[in-house]
């Protein structure tokens, strides 16, 4: 078969795909492997995917689709016609017989609102949608599709479920399915013509309803409420088919099924009011301790992106990224790219609403919260004694950073949103003023009220909230009051709720940064180019004093992670190399939110000795512009733009 470009390949899917759906085969074919699934349930060796091929094959329909598609559109431009014989070349996906699969099939959706609203006045683009989706450690994406009222998403997946996520290999029977309180985790999100994303729905899918149905399958809608102050609206419905791989051989009666839902409901609500009911008596023993208690920053309670109040520890897991962040100054770094969100950052701290560890990782943006329970997160992963911190900084504004405690008892705080990190070196407030100004406390905190992660709660008694004049030994009751852990545990740990289990996993970057970088950088030329010739200025760049730049691009992202500095010596020796005598050298790096050139070129010319440089002046005057783009897990990016010129100056 000859090779097809991209575009006769996007032709091919596209009559395939409307011709599956008009024989309807994709039922067929799902029959077929669910049969053959079945037959070899009980043997040692998997379903061969070869087996499978080979049974679809002679049912005839892959030959029946082929020929029909070949008979109304003849050729694919050109290309020979598709033979059954070429099937072989399909992606190859092993299935596992001895392992039950819950799949999902996204159709579509209805009564999407705001959809006129989706129009971007940004070159014609327009807004898209997917819905990721989350199960038992598993993260899956559907395909964009352009946002409309009636969004086409026409997207599958294909869950495990067995009895333990790190056994792959165990059929889960009825009876462990029934008792699996794990609900899929959706979170729509819309895509707009800028490259920046907005959550639309956080939904929790309850999906056991399958045990009682006869065929294990079942069409539903799905409404989709919004978030914050719209969790009560629909935004939109979902046309979604369940169905569970293999079958079973028998099904539960229907009242088994939803006794076990109202069991596991009134398990919930009764840990639920126990909790208020030990929170309300701490709260009284806490403000008896001191008078002004009652005005220190204590935040036991958050609300979180669909309106459901949660205790503050509920947002903290223990968040492991496998190898996709090497050590916790890497975790740092990633936090601190993902964008603020300057709605929370300006919110009152009774009024913010805290998102979900998947909300906040998929929407790639947070307030200062999110990023905060993120970094602990991810730190409590990498095995440090970590905390949120929750108080103020300047002007009394609420805020939310982290802390770890290290086993010689230094205390680090550390700015989740910069990446920046202070060593906490407490005043005493009996020491003389000379002695007072030998400490270097450099953070921008100004009082805490309460610190906190996934198992502890201590809110601050001592004689001041001041950050400086505390001191961070949870343990002494003098100085910090602690919750009980094990009432913590029992509404906060992730068995507890359904609902709270807030554990994803994360995923690894699938942005090509090499080909981000030279489509921004050439933009950016393009921009200069255009800017410079309405001040009246002919532009010439120097593409060899442009790849010189890249060694100082790197060493700035590589300070930004692990705090030092390396190759300045290399860099400064090859610009005094390449700059002849005579002539002078400016540069400025930046860091801008992101790949769009646009913002980057308007973040540059706010910066005035950019501006400068890019209106350069003066005899022979030779202009470089370098990008550089650094991948991150969820495909956060980190994007560095450097702009340099050389001229002979002009008296």
Same mark, same amino acid.
């Given at each position: 078969?000859?090779?097809l470009?991209v575009d006769?390949l996007d032709?091919?899917?596209a009559?395939?795909?409307?011709r599956?759906?008009q024989e ?8 077929i492997?669910?049969r ?16 499978l091929?080979?049974d679809?094959?002679?049912s005839?329909?892959?030959?029946t689709?082929?020929?029909q598609?070949?008979?109304s559109?003849g050729?694919v431009q050109?290309?020979s016609?598709? &033979? ?8 190859q ?9 819950l799949?999902?099939?996204i159709?579509g959706?209805?009564?999407f609102?705001? %959809?006129?609203d989706?129009k971007?006045n940004?070159?014609d ?5 997917s ?5 038992r ?6 395909k964009?599709?352009? %946002?409309?009222c009636?969004p086409?998403?026409?997207?599958a997946f294909?869950?495990?479920i067995?009895k333990? *996520? ?8 009825v009876?462990s399915m ?6 899929v ?5 819309k895509?707009?013509?800028?490259g920046?994303r907005?959550i639309?729905s ?11 149905s ?7 809608s799905v409404p989709?409420?919004g978030?914050?102050s ?23 009666q229907r009242?088994i ?5 109202e069991i596991?409901k009134s398990?919930v ?5 126990a ?5 309300k008596?701490?709260w009284?023993e806490y403000?008896q301790?001191r008078?002004?208690?009652?005005q220190r920053f204590?935040k036991?309670?958050a609300?979180?992106e ?7 520890c509920?947002? $903290?897991?223990?968040l492991?990224?496998g &190898?996709?962040?090497?050590?916790a ?6 936090v601190s ?7 929370? $950052? ?10 979900s560890?998947?909300s906040t990782?998929v929407?790639n943006k947070?307030?200062?919260?999110d990023h ?7 730190f ?8 949120v ?6 002007r009394?504004q ?5 802390m770890?405690v290290g086993?010689?008892?230094?205390v680090t705080?550390?700015?989740s ?5 202070? $060593?906490?070196? *407490?005043?005493d407030v009996?020491?003389?003023p000379h002695?007072?100004?030998?400490h270097?406390?450099?953070?921008? %905190?100004?009082?805490v009220? =309460?610190?906190f992660?996934n198992?502890e ?6 004689a001041t ?5 505390c001191?961070f030994?949870?343990?002494?009751e003098?100085k ?14 992730p068995e507890?709720? *359904? ?5 994803p ?5 699938s ?13 950016l ?6 800017y410079?010739n309405?001040?009246g200025?002919?532009t ?6 442009? %790849? ?11 300070e930004?992670t692990l705090?030092?500095s390396?190759?300045s ?5 090859a610009?005094r190399q390449?700059? *002849?005598d ?9 860091q801008?939110e992101?790949?769009?050139?646009k913002?980057?070129?308007?973040? =540059? ?7 400068e ?5 003066g ?5 470089a512009? &370098?990008?550089k783009?650094?991948?991150?897990p969820?495909d956060?990016?980190?994007v560095?733009?450097m702009?340099a010129?050389k ?5």
């Amino acid at each position: 078969m000859s090779t097809l470009s991209v575009d006769q390949l996007d032709a091919l899917r596209a009559a395939i795909r409307n011709r599956l759906e008009q024989e309807n085969a994709q039922e067929t074919i799902r029959d077929i492997a669910n049969r053959s699934m079945q037959n070899n349930l009980f043997h040692e060796a998997d379903v061969k995917p070869q087996a499978l091929l080979s049974d679809i094959k002679q049912s005839g329909i892959i030959e029946t689709i082929l020929d029909q598609i070949n008979e109304s559109h003849g050729s694919v431009q050109g290309s020979s016609a598709l &033979r059954a014989d070429n099937a072989s070349s399909i992606r190859q996906v092993s299935i596992n017989p001895q392992n039950r699969h819950l799949y999902i099939h996204i159709h579509g959706g209805k009564a999407f609102s705001n %959809y006129h609203d989706s129009k971007s006045n940004y070159l014609d683009q327009v807004s898209t949608l997917s819905v990721f989706l989350d199960f038992r450690k598993q993260r899956f994406c559907s395909k964009t599709v352009p %946002y409309s009222c009636e969004p086409n998403f026409d997207d599958a997946f294909l869950l495990p479920i067995t009895k333990d *996520p790190k056994q792959l290999c165990k059929l889960a029977d009825v009876n462990s399915m029934l008792s699996m309180a794990d609900n899929v985790h959706l979170v729509l999100v819309k895509n707009d013509a800028y490259g920046t994303r907005a959550i639309l729905s956080s939904h929790f899918m309850e999906w056991r309803h399958l045990l009682f149905s006869a065929q294990m399958k079942e069409r539903i809608s799905v409404p989709l409420h919004g978030v914050g102050s719209e969790s009560k609206i629909v935004v939109g419905v979902l046309d979604v088919t369940l169905e569970l791989l293999p079958k079973l051989q028998s099904c539960l009666q229907r009242d088994i099924v939803l006794t076990q839902f109202e069991i596991e409901k009134s398990r919930v609500n009764e840990r639920t009011k126990a909790f208020f009911n030990y929170a309300k008596q701490w709260w009284k023993e806490y403000l008896q301790i001191r008078p002004d208690n009652n005005q220190r920053f204590v935040k036991i309670f958050a609300q979180d992106e669909n309106g459901t109040t949660r205790p503050v520890c509920a947002f $903290i897991r223990c968040l492991r990224g496998g &190898r996709l962040l090497d050590s916790a100054s890497h975790a740092t770094r990633f936090v601190s790219v993902l964008a603020v969100s300057k709605a929370d $950052i300006s919110s009152a701290s009774a009024g913010d609403i805290w998102q979900s560890l998947l909300s906040t990782l998929v929407h790639n943006k947070g307030g200062v919260a999110d990023h905060a329970t993120l970094l602990c997160s991810l730190f409590i992963g990498f095995g440090l004694n970590a905390y949120v911190c929750y108080g103020t900084k300047a002007r009394q504004q609420p805020h939310a950073w982290v802390m770890t405690v290290g086993v010689d008892n230094v205390v680090t705080f550390y700015e989740s949103a910069t990446g920046h990190k202070f $060593i906490h070196d *407490p005043l005493d407030v009996n020491e003389l003023p000379h002695q007072k100004c030998q400490h270097s406390n450099q953070h921008p %905190y100004t009082t805490v009220g =309460c610190v906190f992660n996934n198992r502890e709660f201590y809110a601050n008694v001592q004689a001041t909230d001041k950050v400086t004049n505390c001191t961070f030994d949870l343990l002494n009751e003098s100085k910090w009051k602690a919750m009980d852990r094990q009432v913590l545990d029992s509404i906060c740990s992730p068995e507890a709720n *359904p609902f709270w289990k807030n554990q994803p996993s994360l995923c690894p970057p699938s942005v090509d940064t090499s080909s981000l970088a030279d489509k921004l950088e050439a933009d950016l030329m393009r921009q200069v180019a255009d800017y410079r010739n309405n001040l009246g200025l002919d532009t010439v760049f120097d593409t060899g004093l442009g %790849y010189i730049l890249q060694p100082a691009l790197a060493a700035y992202e590589l300070e930004r992670t692990l705090g030092v500095s390396m190759g300045s010596d290399e860099f400064q020796h090859a610009i005094r190399q390449y700059i *002849p005598d005579g002539e002078t050298f400016k540069g400025c790096p930046l860091q801008v939110e992101n790949c769009n050139s646009k913002f980057a070129f308007a973040t =540059c010319l706010r910066s005035g000795s950019c501006e400068e440089i890019i209106a350069c002046r003066g005899d022979n005057v030779r202009l470089a512009v &370098r990008a550089k783009v650094i991948a991150f897990p969820e495909d956060v990016v980190s994007v560095w733009v450097m702009f340099a010129c050389k001229y002979r100056s002009i008296l």
